[in-house]
């Protein structure tokens, strides 16, 4: 299948939805620069979206305006229905460097989550206790960051965003800083607490096993300005195991059909010098 966007879906069941988004950037040199150009996208509540595209494409600059850390320049963005105007309610994020505390115990950064939408400090324990069981971390509520591995703290930042329930779950590269039996492991988490949970996912990677293991749908983008160039459906049964799915024959070939129409923009964008994408 070949799309010029990822449509979803219409109407109610719409989580996120970008339609002809452009952000272009004043810059210093007074020259604007378009990070991303008519970029369209769906993704339904409770569907789980992978974004590729070559470095520097613009994906997370598409994430910022789903965030609302950046309006678009030209074209609508709604999550929820409601066109985005500032940061909506019910978005959560996870980035690769994570927003945990190092002076505060992982009980207190769990908490933190629920502490910044004012929720009282007996309940917000309450279930930052319980959020941590869920990541694997009961017994070390009263560890701080750097007695934790990098898993385990990524299981910290996983529980905090978490733990507001948010609809929408934005996350840029969570895992590029993981090794990678590290990484599988987390993945495999995150499919487990995602599903049945009905957030829509939208998750930005380099990383094309990771991509295909964990989607609904793989969107690939074009080299910078990013617009959508090619939407490609998963197929694979769920639930998945990552290291078990990724050694099969229909994986192999999702792997070949995404990098087929990746492999293009990678090169455009080399093609162009590091110095233009950075
Ligand atoms: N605030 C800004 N002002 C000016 N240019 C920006 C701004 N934010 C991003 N850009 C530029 O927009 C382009 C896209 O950046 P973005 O971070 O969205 O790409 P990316 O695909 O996420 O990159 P990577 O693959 O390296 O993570 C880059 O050339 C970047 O320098």
Avoid at 180 to 206: C, I, K, N, P, Y
Wanted: charged share 25%.
């Amino acid at each position: 299948m070949t799309t010029s966007q990822s449509s979803a879906g219409s109407g109610a069941d719409l989580a996120i939805s970008l339609r002809d988004a452009t952000k272009t950037f004043g810059t210093k040199s007074g020259k604007p620069f378009t990070a991303i150009h008519d970029v369209t996208m769906d993704v339904r509540r409770g569907e789980f979206v992978t974004v590729v595209g070559p470095t520097g494409c613009g994906k997370s600059t598409t994430l910022s305006l789903v965030s609302g850390l950046e309006p678009a320049t030209v074209g609508t963005v709604t999550v929820d229905g409601r066109p985005v105007d500032g940061i909506p309610d019910g978005v959560g994020y996870m980035f690769q460097s994570d927003a945990i505390l190092p002076w505060k115990t992982v009980l207190d950064n769990v908490a933190l989550g629920l502490r910044y939408r004012k929720t009282p400090a007996k309940q917000a324990h309450e279930r930052a206790r319980d959020w941590i069981q869920r990541v694997g971390l009961a017994g070390f509520e009263d560890r701080y960051p750097h007695q934790l591995s990098g898993g385990m703290r990524k299981r910290v930042a996983m529980a905090q965003t978490l733990i507001t329930e948010p609809t929408v779950l934005l996350m840029d590269e969570p895992f590029g800083a993981l090794d990678v039996q590290t990484r599988e492991l987390m993945q495999d988490e995150l499919l487990r607490l995602w599903s049945g949970s009905g957030a829509a996912v939208v998750f930005v990677t380099h990383d094309l096993t990771e991509a295909i293991a964990l989607a609904d749908r793989v969107v690939v983008m074009t080299a910078g300005p990013a617009t959508v160039k090619d939407v490609v459906e998963i197929d694979l049964p769920r639930p998945r195991k990552v290291e078990e799915i990724r050694l099969t024959p229909a994986f192999t070939d999702l792997y070949r059909r995404v990098w087929d129409s990746l492999r293009e923009e990678v090169e455009i964008t080399r093609a162009r010098g590091a110095s233009n994408v950075a």
